[in-house]
């Protein structure tokens, strides 16, 4: 399957932290990984993990059982996906330290991202939390214990004392950690391997970095995200690396979840172009120079930000990925094996368009297009799935036109998508889907705020708005029923909620509330009361 890559191991990350799928979806999507060319999981546990004894608070309402994570071992071995597990023990710690139970170990009393180094305790937290993973994944080979943005080391009380001695700093501070870590797992499991995201550890000085001993006990992942990576730069990297004693070094692009908190749909041009310049970077070395490639996929850029790109909808990026990958480049024959393998007419390419960082909040936001594993969408929609499982790995594929979904209620009835920016998406303008909208120039021009606040309206204009506008509310209102069926197969029902009152909720208030002003503005006032007859003027 790997052909001429130069990534042997191909992992695709499950970040759990936000909307982790279902078991039984798992069972279905797990075939499309393999079948797309991934021979292994990065599994994010966080709160979905079933801890134990005193961490069991550490678990999230619909965190999975030991079976269940027994069950999902056993469909990542019939497909050929090796699993190696993620527990964070230094950094994004939030899923542990909001609790206070642990908030004492936290290096900055406010805030809860970080784990305070100096605390036995703080070891003596994530130990347990690794043997505790360890032993639901009695056949790991490796275990990534994280340790990425270590936000505000050297910044606790203790961490300011220790640095007043001199020869200490953050780094040394930070190295110690990771090796305390690694020592720990070397002593329980002396099999399993540690994986550490790379950035604490760039601009070490070579010399700190080699005498630390963290480089014979760990592998690191370098990570870079960025469409216009800095191949020589990661060259030279890892050439540092390698001096510094590192024996094998590995590497993470993105497929969704890095190009913004909220992201909907991704940016498939952008990933793709982010593993051009890994492959460049792998080229450039002789073969084997990295032991693989992640694949990540976040879905919360940390515990407490919204979700980004739900996996269903990042399922196209990850295939063309995972196909370039393979092919050494993303040609005609690379795409049209992820058409089919995804059962679609045409894989969109176009990135979504999102709004200028510096333009004000527009009104409207957009919903995500969700209800389809691609954008894409023309007069001959596909409603085929992959292999047999396709109603059920995509679900949202079983509505008449998938494209009804590119953008909110309210964007269609003015027109517009987040920033202003005017997005005619697939066949949503043709005629067979006029009564989809309305013309924007009734509403900017007659409907305005400015007529909402004080009620203005010309009479012929509610006659063009409001029914067009009620028959769009029918009909969304039933979608949106539909679309909440659909991801529940796949979902818990938390992440459901949070997924519409985020994406969808909001776009339909606006509505309801351009409706209500409209019937407010097109009732007559009630006739004046009558004073009374004033009998001098009988006849």
Not at 106 to 116: H, Q, W
Not at 313 to 335: I, M, Y
Not at 467 to 488: F, N
């Amino acid at each position: 399957m790997s052909g001429s890559t130069p990534f042997k191991m191909r992992l695709v990350h499950l970040d759990l932290k936000g909307a982790p799928p279902k078991v039984s979806y798992l069972s279905e999507i797990f075939p499309l990984f393999r079948g797309l060319g991934a021979n292994g999981l990065l599994i994010e546990y966080e709160d979905m993990f079933p801890y134990e004894g005193s961490l069991r608070l550490l678990r999230a309402k619909y965190a999975y059982s030991p079976s269940e994570i027994k069950e999902i071992l056993h469909l990542a071995g019939l497909n050929e996906l090796e699993v190696i597990p993620l527990v964070q023990t230094f950094g994004h710690m939030e899923f542990v330290l909001k609790h206070a139970a642990f908030a004492h170990l936290r290096e900055v009393g406010p805030f809860p991202c970080t784990l305070n180094p100096h605390e036995a305790e703080s070891l003596a937290l994530v130990g347990a939390m690794i043997d505790q993973v360890l032993e639901l994944h009695p056949g790991a080979r490796w275990l990534h214990v994280g340790c990425d943005e270590v936000y505000y080391l050297g910044e606790g009380e203790a961490s300011r004392r220790w640095l007043q001695q001199e020869q200490n700093s953050t780094g040394k501070l930070c190295l110690s950690h990771m090796r305390a870590v690694a020592s720990h797992m070397q002593t329980r499991r002396p099999s399993v391997t540690p994986l550490v995201w790379d950035d604490m550890l760039r601009d070490l000085p070579e010399d700190q970095l080699a005498a630390s001993g963290v480089p014979q006990l760990v592998e690191p992942v370098l990570w870079d995200y960025a469409a216009d990576l800095d191949v020589h730069g990661k060259v030279l990297l890892m050439q540092k690396y390698w001096r510094c004693g590192f024996s094998r070094l590995w590497a993470a692009s993105a497929f969704k979840g890095a190009t913004g908190p909220s992201q909907a749909v991704p940016p498939i041009k952008h990933h793709l172009r982010n593993h051009v310049q890994w492959l460049q970077v792998a080229g450039s070395r002789p073969t084997d120079s990295l032991q693989g490639i992640i694949l990540t996929g976040w879905q919360r850029y940390d515990h407490f930000s919204v979700l980004c790109e739900l996996l269903p909808a990042g399922v196209p990026s990850l295939a063309a990925c995972l196909q370039l990958l393979l092919h050494g480049g993303f040609d005609g024959d690379a795409k049209a094996k992820v058409e089919n393998l995804l059962g679609i007419s045409n894989l969109e390419m176009m990135d979504p368009v999102r709004q200028a960082p510096c333009s004000p909040p527009h009104p409207i936001s957009p919903l995500p297009v969700l209800l389809s594993p691609s954008p894409a969408c023309g007069d001959s929609c596909s409603q085929q799935g992959f292999l047999q499982g396709g109603g059920r790995l995509f679900p949202w594929q079983q509505h008449p036109c998938p494209c009804h979904t590119s953008q909110p209620p309210s964007a269609q009835l003015c027109g517009r998508a987040a920033g202003g920016q005017h997005q005619p998406h697939g066949c949503l303008g043709s005629p067979r889907h006029t009564r989809m909208w309305i013309c924007p120039r009734y509403i900017t021009g007659w409907f305005s705020p400015y007529h909402r606040r004080r009620k203005l309206i010309h009479p012929v204009m509610v006659q063009h708005i409001q029914p067009a506008a009620l028959s769009l509310l029918a009909q969304w209102s039933t979608l949106v029923q539909e679309l909440e069926v659909a991801l529940q197969l796949a979902f818990y029902p938390d992440a459901v909620e949070e997924w519409l009152e985020e994406n969808v909720h909001p776009s339909l208030q606006r509505l309801r509330a351009l409706l209500q002003d409209l019937s407010e503005v097109a009732t007559p006032p009630p006739p004046p009361t009558s004073p009374g007859r004033d009998a001098a003027q009988d006849p």
